[in-house]
């Protein structure tokens, strides 16, 4: 499976910005996606979750952007969305989408966006 992210970018504080993750693979590969998420990894600082979504539509979020951001899924377009509203400084990080195959513990990642937050 390949996955790769984009709407990375420099917005000010308060803004919005859209994350897409588009996935590409065999039927067989994709079919075995069970989870899909966004993580973030902020300058000397460890990869952390912000949000997944599972096939049943069941999302989880970070305490820090409950409220926030919303996971989305288009499973017909094999794309994964974040949308940030009322971004702050700190969300300031490299965003990778992930995927998770449950059968094999298959884990699979993108190339990382940039996000960055001005005060």
């Known amino acids: 499976v390949q996955l790769q992210a984009s709407g990375g970018g420099l917005v000010q504080a308060g803004g919005s910005l859209r994350l897409s993750c588009a996935a590409a693979?065999?039927?067989?590969?994709?079919?075995?996606?069970?989870?899909m998420a966004w993580y973030r990894q902020a300058p000397g600082k460890q990869r952390e979750l912000v949000a997944d979504?599972?096939?049943?539509?069941?999302?989880n979020y970070v305490q820090s952007v409950k409220g926030r951001f919303t996971i989305s899924r288009d499973s017909a377009k094999n794309t994964l969305y974040l949308q940030m509203n009322n971004l702050k400084p700190e969300d300031t990080a490299v965003y990778f989408c992930n995927a998770f195959a449950t059968v094999g513990a298959r884990n699979y990642w993108g190339q990382g966006t940039q996000v960055t937050v001005s005060s």
């Open positions: 693979g065999s039927i067989s590969s994709m079919s075995r996606i069970n989870v």
């Open positions: 979504i599972d096939k049943l539509g069941v999302r």
